[in-house]
Structure formats: structure tokens, C-alpha cells
């Protein structure tokens, strides 16, 4: 069929698979940030990352090489801000994010050469992804997922209840640093995939999804992962055949999904 | 065997007093009644107990180990006052819910879980919705959590503020097996008075600190305790004698 032809398409298999690998990771992060009401902390630290991939542009660097150890410090410091101040979490995260943005607009006012690139970074270009970036953010993905795999039930366990879960001794601050440290990653893969504007709907919009639905944790994981997957790739092939922006038309297909949960949910209870 | 032992316990909340040279020591098969005025420090001790809160002055030990050092928290079961206030939104069912007061998952494990919903007659609950059960229900299922490591001591903070007058006869029923049958000691803050006396063996009063820690049956003699007490030891003393 001529309609599928673009399948054959070294860029579109490219955009599959980081765009699957990114949405997986971001998906089953997703669903332990939304239930820890920690929703915008992808927002946060997107926004920081814009400010980071300035600096890395006004620096002469590769600017995901500066954003992700400044979105992994970013991270740390929500968590400190919010212990140590007794701050909301979203207070402590509109601060940094606040901060970020700031940072980047500062630093493109400076160079005033770059912004072109900047914005590509706005919104994402998931169909220009080199094999370089698919063979990260597969391997990233891969490695952050087995992670997650691998401390399910604590993480399950504080995500329910830090106190309780301390109590039956989860090593909670340890717990919660690494977790910050696997979103911050997330983040910055993402950003490649749909921009640091919408960075948050990957995070978010397939975890509320899935928990409409859910009757458990590991069902909520579950759904978010095939709503993420299917988001991306329905996305993707949409976006080259009508010739939408890539990212834009992945999160419209979750907001579409989560219509649909939502509804499904509404219906059944009326 | 000794399994708690504080020695002048003092904690401060922003320069407020709130235990002051606390002591005390529990054994193996004891239940104590923590009770007390609102703000006496009731909740902040077992927190202190716990780790939970920090910056205490004082020793405390748990099963021969200073706080600091114990790790062993398989051995302690602890159902929190505000049971009824997790996310509504958590999507998990009754066995997800006890199994995370497991230290490991596997299938030895699993099993545990069941039995300790067995052993409080919830079986039938076990794959519904956590927001789905009554408060009653909800505070079994907790105490199922509590016990599933075979705890050796286990701490309740108000444990009957949720139940019926038919779930509270059912869960202290509960307790008191748990506490004669595998001798885990347990130590439960309640203003419930009437069910303090009826199953409890000891009396911890604390009013900031402590006031009177020995056995209901000396509570109830002492004229000391008469003269300072008065309605509320006549109250927990005839349910005790009942």
C-alpha cells in the first residue's frame, strides 16, 4: 500500500523507536509523579532545561550535555527546597522553573544568534533524530525502566505512603533522589521528542489516563505505557502525513486518549 | 525480653515543650494503653519511636539496639492515625496495599499476605479497591499491613476512631488474639477509655510526661490515682473489672 510507504523511511524508524523507548520511560515515571502529586515537577525541570540548553549553545556546547546534569541538580534542589523550607512542592518547582526560564531568555538575549536553534529545542524534532540519539535514548530508556523494575516495591510503597513505608524501612531520601535523578533524565530525552514546551503532557497526560482506568499500580503502569507508545507512534505517522508538528500532534493524541478514558470512567459511574 | 526502652525522652516543638525526661521500658506479650489529654505528646512519642520525627534529647532503644543503629523494622508493625487520609486517587487493591508492608516481594511473601488477611477474616476482600472498602474495612486492611511481617511489637495510633461499635468489638478482639496467641506486645494510643480497660494489661498516662505506667489492676487500687483522676479512672477501672 502506497499510503505505508513512508514506513520504509529511515527517519520515520528512527522517530519510532526513540519516540517508543522515550515514551515508555516517561510514561511509568508518569504514574509516580501524578500520584505523588509532583505532576509539574516535568514542567519545572524542562524549563530549567531550556535555560541549560542556552548556556550549552551560548558555551559552544552539545546542549543536552549541559542540560541533563543541570536538570539532575535542578531536581535536587526542588527536593531540598521543598524539605528544608517546608515550601508546597509546586511552589518549590515554580521557583526553579521560574528561574530556568528566566536564565535562557537572558542568555539568547545575549547571544542573539542562536534563537533558531533554541526553538528547535522549544518544541521538539523528533523526525530530525540522528541514530546517535536513538541508540541513547533506547539505552537510557531501557537502563531507567530496569532501574525502576528493580526497586518496584519500595517505590510502590512510598509512592503510597513515604511514613509508612519508612516505617517498614524503604531508605525513603534515598529513594526519592534517585527518582528525581530518573526524571530529570526523562526529561531531557524527551525534550528531543516533543520540546521543552510539552515535555510535562508526556510525563502527565498518559499517567491520568491510564488512572482512570486502573484498578491497581501495576495496571496504572500498564496503560500508561500503551497509551504513551501508541500516542507517540500514532503521532509520528500523523504528523508526516498531514504535515503537523511532531510533538504537537503526540500530545493531542493523549489528550484525546484521556477524553476517551475520561468518558469511558464518567459513562460507567452514571 | 526488653523491646523498648526510653530514658529521659525531651522534645521540643519550636521552643514548645512537648515530652519531657520521658521513660519507660516494654516488654515481650505487653499491651499498653497510651493515654493522655489532647497535646500531651502521645502521637510525637511513637513518632520519636519510630525515626519518624528526629531531634530528641535522650536514649531510646528498640529491641537492644539504639535508634540510630536499628534496621530490624520487620519486627515492628504500625498503623498510623490517618489510615483514612492515603490518596483517594491510588489505585490499588487490598493486597497491593498489605503486601508493601513487606520487606521484599516473592511468592514466600505473598503468602504472608494472605495469611494476615486471613487471620483478620478479609480474605474476601482481597482483590477490591482500597477506596473502595468502608473506614472499618480500610483500618483491617491496615492492620493486616502491620502485621504481615509477624511483627513482634506493634504500635496503633487511635486505631478505633474509624470503627463502628461492631467493627470496634471485632478488631480489639483482633488485638487481644494477637496479643495472647503469638505474644506480640502492643502499644496503642486511644481516648477510647472503655476499650482501654477491656483489653489492654497496662496503662501508659502521659502528660507531657509520664504520670502513671504500670498495670490497670494497680491503677484501679491506687488512691493516688483516684484523687488525681477521678471520672476517667472509674470509667476505664469498671471496664477493666468487667
Known amino acids: 500500500m502506497e499510503i505505508l510507504d513512508f514506513l520504509n523511511y529511515g527517519f520515520i524508524q528512527r522517530a519510532y523507536l526513540a519516540g517508543a523507548a522515550v515514551a515508555s520511560l516517561s510514561a511509568v515515571l508518569g504514574v509516580i509523579l501524578v500520584l505523588r502529586q509532583l505532576s509539574l515537577i516535568g514542567d519545572g525541570l524542562s524549563h530549567v532545561s531550556f535555560g541549560a540548553l542556552a548556556l550549552g549553545l551560548f558555551l559552544g556546547v552539545f546542549p543536552l550535555y549541559v542540560a541533563l546534569p543541570v ?46 536553534n533554541l526553538f ?25 525502566i530496569i532501574i525502576i523494575a528493580y526497586l518496584y516495591h519500595d517505590i510502590l510503597a512510598a509512592t503510597f505512603d ?27 530525552l524527551a525534550i528531543k521528542v516533543v520540546g521543552v514546551m510539552l515535555v510535562s503532557a508526556l510525563l502527565v497526560i498518559p499517567a491520568v489516563s491510564a488512572l482512570q482506568l486502573a484498578k491497581s499500580f501495576k495496571n496504572a503502569l500498564i496503560w500508561a505505557l500503551i497509551f504513551a507508545v501508541f500516542s507517540v507512534l500514532v503521532g509520528v505517522s500523523l504528523s508526516f502525513i498531514t504535515d503537523l508538528p511532531a510533538g504537537a500532534t503526540i500530545v493531542m493524541i493523549n489528550f484525546f486518549i484521556f477524553l476517551t478514558s475520561w468518558l469511558r470512567k464518567y459513562l460507567k459511574k452514571a | 525480653m526488653e523491646i523498648v526502652s526510653v530514658k529521659n525522652l525531651t522534645f521540643a516543638y519550636q521552643a514548645n515543650p512537648v515530652l519531657e525526661r520521658v521513660s519507660f521500658t516494654v516488654s ?3 499491651f499498653i494503653a497510651l493515654a493522655g489529654p489532647n497535646g500531651a505528646g502521645k502521637t510525637t512519642l511513637v513518632r520519636l519511636l519510630l525515626g519518624l520525627n ?28 490517618r489510615v483514612n487520609k492515603f490518596n483517594p486517587l491510588f489505585p490499588a487493591t487490598v493486597i497491593e496495599v498489605v503486601g508493601l508492608g513487606l520487606k521484599k516481594r516473592g511468592s514466600k511473601n505473598k503468602e504472608a499476605a494472605n495469611k494476615a488477611l486471613d487471620f483478620l477474616g478479609i480474605t474476601s476482600l482481597r482483590d477490591r479497591p482500597l477506596t473502595s472498602l468502608s473506614g472499618g474495612q480500610q483500618q483491617k486492611v491496615f492492620l493486616a499491613r502491620a502485621l504481615v511481617n509477624k511483627p513482634e511489637l506493634l504500635i496503633l495510633d487511635e486505631p478505633s476512631t474509624a470503627l463502628d461499635p461492631e467493627s470496634r468489638h471485632s478488631f480489639f478482639s483482633a488485638l487481644k ?11 496503642m494510643i486511644t481516648h477510647d477509655s472503655a ?5 489492654a494489661k497496662k496503662l501508659l498516662y502521659l502528660d507531657k510526661t509520664v504520670i502513671f505506667y504500670d498495670s490497670f489492676k494497680i491503677f484501679c487500687q491506687s488512691e493516688e490515682m483516684s484523687a488525681r483522676f477521678g471520672g476517667f479512672q472509674h470509667l476505664i477501672c469498671h471496664q477493666h473489672q468487667g
Do not use: C
Request: charged content about 10%.
Open chain 1, 162 to 188: 513515604e511514613e509508612l513505608a519508612q516505617v517498614s524501612g524503604v531508605k525513603v531520601k534515598r529513594l526519592n533522589f534517585i527518582l528525581a535523578s530518573l526524571t530529570a533524565i526523562s526529561v531531557v
Open chain 2, 177 to 187: 488474639k494477637i496479643n495472647q496467641e503469638q505474644g506480640v506486645a502492643i502499644i
Open chain 2, 54 to 81: 528526629q531531634g530528641a534529647q535522650g536514649e531510646i532503644s528498640l529491641f537492644g539496639k539504639p535508634l540510630a543503629k536499628f534496621s530490624a523494622w520487620s519486627k515492628i508493625g504500625y498503623l498510623p492515625q
Open chain 2, 28 to 30: 515481650s506479650g505487653d
Open chain 1, 120 to 144: 528547535s529545542y522549544l518544541f521538539g524534532n523528533i523526525l530530525a533524530i540522528s541514530l546517535t540519539e536513538v541508540l541513547i535514548s533506547v539505552f537510557v530508556s531501557f537502563s531507567v
Open chain 1, 71 to 116: 536538570a539532575i541538580l535542578a531536581s535536587y534542589f526542588i527536593m531540598v527546597l521543598k524539605e528544608k523550607t517546608k515550601l508546597y512542592g509546586d511552589a518549590a518547582i515554580a521557583i526553579v522553573s521560574a528561574v530556568g526560564v528566566a536564565v535562557g531568555v537572558i542568555l539568547a538575549s545575549l547571544a542573539q544568534g542562536f534563537n533558531v
Open chain 2, 195 to 199: 476499650s482501654a480497660g477491656s483489653y
